[in-house]
């Protein structure tokens, strides 16, 4: 079983539509998560943390369950701009915190 | 804002050469990390750095591996005889505590021939 499982779309929406991602791990040890966005060839850039009781930020909402190892991103009212990889990222902490990272979810967003 | 650097941007290397990937943290960071990513895999953790020793390595940081910060501001990934294979981008990223925000540099892509 993969550590960390995201559906690798693509998912293509029109501007302005709702989507979400899901993602689920299997380490129980994880004590950090994150969605980062990866635009083509550039590097991981932290989008959010994930806390337990659910984050919000702008357009953006989190939600981490953690009986079920499962963590979600939603996204309103998207944006051209929006288009990119989302990477669901678990952390084991230890001392050092290794990130764990999914394969990547890709939204094209379009006119 | 501050930001991590990486150098070179790109490196073309033939196989059994020795690279050296050079990377400039956060300035007040003291947890230190490289990760690799083959072109259309996912970002992999390779190891992490902490106190002028390393804290953990994954089982592609094998013997041709070895990291070291010479100076107070460099963070080096060295390979000592690259192979096909290690061609990839090359991630360098800090963080200020080891629980809180990872922050990546722009990568070094390598290519071995």
């Not at chain 1, 998207?78 to 290794?98: E, W």
Request: glycine share 6%; net charge negative.
């Amino acid at each position: 079983r993969k550590e960390v499982e995201q559906d690798p779309g693509p998912f293509n929406v029109p501007e302005g539509a709702t989507v979400a991602f899901n993602c689920t791990y299997s380490n129980s040890a994880s004590q950090s998560f994150f969605w980062y966005r990866q635009d083509c060839r550039k590097e991981p850039k932290l989008l959010m943390s994930v806390y337990s009781s659910g984050n919000e930020d702008g357009r953006f909402t989190a939600q981490l369950n953690r009986a079920s190892q499962y963590i979600s991103l939603l996204i309103r009212d998207s944006k051209l701009s929006d288009s990119a990889t989302y990477l669901c990222v678990v952390g084991v902490t230890g001392g050092y915190n290794k990130l764990i990272f999914g394969a990547g979810t890709r939204l094209a967003v379009h006119p | 804002e501050p930001e991590v650097t990486q150098t070179p941007s790109h490196q073309v290397t033939q196989m059994g050469q020795e690279v050296i990937l050079r990377c400039v943290p956060i300035s007040n960071h003291l947890y230190f990390y490289w990760y690799r990513q083959i072109l259309g895999q996912k970002v992999e953790f390779l190891v992490s750095f902490y106190n002028n020793e390393i804290s953990e390595k994954s089982e592609i940081f094998d013997d041709q591996f070895s990291v070291e910060r010479p100076d107070g501001s460099n963070f080096t990934l060295k390979i000592r005889s690259t192979k096909l294979e290690d061609s990839a981008m090359y991630f360098c990223a800090s963080s200020a505590r080891d629980i809180e925000t990872q922050y990546f540099g722009p990568g070094t892509r390598l290519l071995v021939l």
